[in-house]
């Protein structure tokens, strides 16, 4: 038994720290989490929620994991909330892409074929003919890529959902705890400032991203990629759009680059053209040095493991992070892609 009857503390309970903490529980493990500004305090709170694949084309371990998190999350997200009691907002509803002239509808009806392989057949990457229906982006070909294995989420609600699962299966959320058993530190934009500093580099970087909320209710409709913004319809009757991507930055509030984003997701989607703003979000999103997840064992600290850099697709890469960290820090089985290696950025 692990000091204080735990065997793993979880420290960040972001979308990385709650989904090590739901793998490590779920095989049985006492799990503690820890984090002193609460659940989904960080970049896991905030509005958008598109989980989306990367192009199927050039296929490399990256976009290899992604694929298996994204297969992987229907069970993963129905499995909470029959635990917990609380909606995630999850739905693989799939995304509408408009293709800008005839050299992009070519460029895209050759990757039909390559998703078809590449996505095990189950999912599909399609050119369509837009109908003008009324939840569609403004198409200059007058087509659209459809493709059927990007999905949706609310990032709040699946941390609170996932807070509810784990609660109902006894594990303590708190904000304040010792360290006990293994400690897996899943500290996001602020973690990788104490990463850099023991590492002597800099091994991330938080990106300021912006997005908003409108009131909308879209229905149960595809999201939207269009003019470089994410326009993702939600449950709840409202339709969130982002986001932007800041390196350089001063302060974390909104401002007129969300203002743009806006007015980039009305010109796409006119029907939104008329949808009140309810709310504007700023936060920082941690992004590895090698711009994928960084996980493993955290080099000079036996015990300590790190899961950090969830970046832009932390949402769509949760579940399998969860299940090679669980593998990991409780069977000592690694099956981290070799680009994922914490180690191999210090």
Known sequence: MASGGVDVTVRGAGIFGLSCAWACVSRGARVRVVDPFG??????????GALAPHVPETWNEKKAFQLDSLL???????EVEATGGVTAGYARSGRLQPLADAGAVELARAREGTAAQLWQGRASWQVIAATGAPWEPVSPSGYLIHDTLTARMHPRRACAALVAALRARGVEVGTEAPDAGAVIWATGAAGLAELSAEAGRQVGVPIKGQAALLRHDAGAVPQIFAGGV???PH??????????????????????QLDAVIEAARAAVPVLRAAPVIERWAGLRPRARSRAPMLGAWPGRAGHYIANGGFKIGFGMGPKVGAVMADLVLEGRDTIPEGFRAEALF
């Open 39 to 48: 659940p989904g305090a960080g970049s896991s709170g905030g509005l958008v």
């Open 72 to 78: 992987m999350a229907e069970d993963f997200w129905a």
């Open 230 to 232: 994410h326009v993702v």
């Open 235 to 256: 449950a709840d009757g409202t339709v969130a759009v982002g986001s932007t991507t800041e390196r350089e930055f001063e302060g974390l509030g909104t401002d007129a």
